[in-house]
């Protein structure tokens, strides 16, 4: 059973247009952990989301908690092909150290 | 900073065959893990430590056996390995084992079990 969700899995776009992705599970989260992951390495940290309702911005990327806590979703406006990678929503279940990755979208923007 | 350091980067095995994978931390980190990742899976937990001598399972833990007799170190060890076992392995380490700590990634080693 996968904890958490994420859509869709593959994302085509060409370069300045708009996305959202989801990530989404029926367990309310303490926490949530946006990764981005290039070819060839490991992920990278984007963003802690904490607060139901939160909204965080980085650059061209806006991060969004669900009120309820069970559900996120990123934003990336005016996509560049360096936004291209693998984005990984990540929380911890019901035991410490126990930390869940969804399966990941897999973002694509060109030129 | 070396950060988190994993060897080797490749590796081909054949299976039945026994390895260890080698990680290293140098942030004095109490929680590191193991994860493999396979084409649409994403990342799927191993093992995990929240300190020295402590360890547990993650999601996908037959086949593997760890330990973590250091706060450094946290080898992944393979005792028979089977062509299901082929994938990029990650290790990754933070300051605890909350959701809130953020992951320290290396660089990953890409097993191929023929």
């Known amino acids: 059973t996968q904890l958490l969700e994420q859509s869709p899995q593959f994302l085509s776009i060409q370069e300045g247009e708009n996305l959202t992705v989801y990530c989404n599970s029926s367990s309310v989260f303490s926490s949530l952990q946006w990764y981005r992951q290039e070819p060839g390495e490991g992920p ?6 904490v607060t139901g309702g939160e909204v965080k911005k980085l650059k061209r990327l806006t991060f969004q908690f669900g009120d309820a806590r069970k559900d996120s979703s990123l934003h990336i406006t005016a996509a560049q092909p360096g936004d291209t990678g693998l984005y990984l929503c990540r929380s911890r279940g019901s035991t410490l150290g126990r930390l869940y990755f969804g399966r990941g979208t897999q973002l694509t923007v060109w030129p | 900073n070396a950060g988190v350091t994993q060897t080797p980067k490749f590796q081909v095995l054949k299976t039945g065959q026994s390895m260890t ?17 396979d084409p649409g899976m994403g990342l799927r937990l191993i093992h995990y430590s929240v300190g020295a001598g402590i360890t547990d399972q993650g999601e996908v833990p037959n086949g593997y056996n760890v330990s973590r007799s250091t706060t450094e ?3 992944l060890r393979l005792l028979s390995a089977a062509p299901s076992q082929t994938s990029v392995y990650f290790c990754a380490s933070s300051r605890g084992g909350s959701g809130a700590n953020v992951l320290t990634f290396g660089a990953g080693s890409r097993l191929t079990v023929l």
């Open chain 1, 44 to 49: 990278v940290l984007l963003v802690t989301v």
């Open chain 2, 21 to 37: 994978l080698q990680c290293a931390q140098d942030m004095n980190h109490e929680y590191m893990s193991w994860y493999r990742q």
């Open chain 2, 73 to 75: 170190d946290f080898p």
